[in-house]
């Protein structure tokens, strides 16, 4: 159990954000595994791939350039193989309407993206923690909703 | 088995439920988990005590020792476990019973309906009838596409 990690993909075309997460993820207790893409295309080859390892969670972001976040969501909903993946969707929007509709089309995770470092490393500490239990206890994965 | 053999096949187990645990340790920390979602899930469990005195008594450790490890190994406390736990309860509840969100609360002994509200909004962060709506929707669409 110690040495087990939670595999993590992040997408995002911002190098910011992205810096910000890999470093978030590095300081948390849970030992993770992180992999980033720089654009929704770019992931999907990846996913598509026979080699691909389906992470435990996914972090996709709404605007991304070539692929939306949510062009993304909705083909790996329609996947078999990826269909299992936790998606976290974050943007910086927080419109109700916005939230309830990638929530209907299958994520299971809504970030309002944080304004400093500090909350952002709260924020991933709660999703992975919350996403390890569902991992590690088998709970059922299609009532998993979480917004922070 | 090789490392990752073993991770391969403790991911198939953990489909249908099981883990294996390596430690003696790890066999308390499961079965620390095992009398809580007992307790939760099996309403014929009547729990007249509070959780840790009925932890304690059920496994013969200290609830001081029971917590620190249940820490140590999870990464989470069992506090947070039992409320994990019982939102997972009301959740199944809400999608496949009639029973609304006061019978739930009574049916997992909260002190009000007010309570499981707050508690299920500050765990998953929307509304418990936000929720039933999201998930209703989503298996209308799952209809619609299967039609």
């Given at each position: 159990?110690?040495?087990?990690?939670?595999?993590?993909i992040?997408a995002?075309?911002?190098?910011?954000?992205?810096?910000?997460?890999?470093?978030?993820?590095?300081?948390?207790?849970?030992?993770?595994k992180?992999?980033?893409?720089?654009?929704?295309?770019e992931?999907?080859n990846?996913?598509?791939?026979d080699?691909a390892?389906?992470?435990e969670?996914?972090f996709?972001?709404?605007?991304?350039p070539?692929?939306?976040?949510?062009?993304?969501?909705?083909?790996?909903?329609?996947?078999?193989?990826m269909?299992?993946?936790?998606?976290?969707?974050?943007?910086?929007?927080a419109?109700?309407e916005?939230?309830?509709?990638t929530?209907?089309?299958?994520a299971?995770?809504?970030?309002?993206k944080p304004?400093?470092?500090?909350?952002?490393?709260?924020?991933?500490?709660?999703v992975?923690?919350?996403?390890?239990?569902?991992?590690?206890?088998?709970l059922?994965?299609?009532?998993?909703?979480?917004?922070? | 088995?090789?490392?990752?053999?073993?991770i391969?096949?403790?991911?198939?187990?953990?489909?249908y439920g099981?883990?294996?645990?390596?430690?003696?340790?790890?066999?308390?920390?499961?079965?620390i988990?095992?009398?809580?979602?007992?307790?939760?899930?099996?309403?014929?469990?009547?729990?007249?005590?509070?959780?840790?005195?009925?932890?304690?008594?059920?496994?013969?450790?200290?609830?001081?020792?029971?917590?620190n490890?249940?820490?140590?190994?999870t990464?989470?406390?069992?506090?947070?476990?039992?409320?994990?736990?019982?939102?997972?309860?009301?959740?199944?509840?809400?999608?496949?019973?009639?029973?609304?969100?006061?019978?739930?609360?009574?049916?997992?002994?909260?002190?009000s309906?007010?309570?499981?509200?707050?508690?299920?909004?500050?765990?998953?962060?929307?509304?418990?009838?936000?929720?039933?709506?999201?998930?209703?929707?989503?298996?209308?669409?799952a209809?619609?596409?299967?039609?």
């Amino acid at each position: 159990m110690h040495t087990d990690y939670i595999h993590i993909i992040l997408a995002d075309d911002d190098e910011d954000d992205i810096l910000f997460f890999t470093d978030a993820f590095d300081e948390l207790k849970i030992n993770t595994k992180v992999n980033t893409f720089k654009d929704g295309e770019e992931l999907m080859n990846y996913l598509n791939t026979d080699k691909a390892v389906m992470p435990e969670v996914l972090f996709l972001d709404l605007n991304m350039p070539k692929k939306t976040g949510l062009e993304c969501l909705s083909e790996i909903k329609a996947n078999d193989k990826m269909s299992g993946i936790a998606i976290a969707i974050y943007s910086t929007s927080a419109s109700e309407e916005d939230i309830e509709k990638t929530f209907v089309l299958g994520a299971n995770i809504y970030i309002k993206k944080p304004a400093d470092f500090k909350n952002l490393k709260k924020v991933l500490s709660e999703v992975v923690s919350i996403n390890w239990q569902y991992h590690t206890n088998s709970l059922n994965k299609d009532n998993f909703l979480l917004r922070v | 088995m090789t490392p990752e053999e073993s991770i391969a096949l403790n991911d198939s187990l953990n489909d249908y439920g099981i883990e294996i645990v390596e430690s003696q340790k790890g066999i308390l920390v499961q079965k620390i988990k095992d009398v809580i979602i007992d307790m939760v899930f099996n309403e014929e469990t009547n729990v007249n005590v509070k959780s840790s005195v009925y932890l304690s008594e059920k496994l013969g450790h200290s609830y001081g020792y029971l917590s620190n490890l249940f820490s140590e190994i999870t990464y989470s406390s069992i506090e947070n476990f039992i409320i994990i736990q019982k939102i997972e309860y009301s959740k199944q509840l809400l999608l496949n019973t009639d029973l609304n969100l006061t019978e739930i609360a009574f049916r997992l002994n909260y002190s009000s309906v007010a309570h499981l509200s707050t508690q299920f909004k500050n765990t998953t962060g929307i509304t418990p009838s936000a929720f039933q709506r999201i998930i209703f929707k989503r298996r209308k669409i799952a209809q619609q596409k299967t039609n």
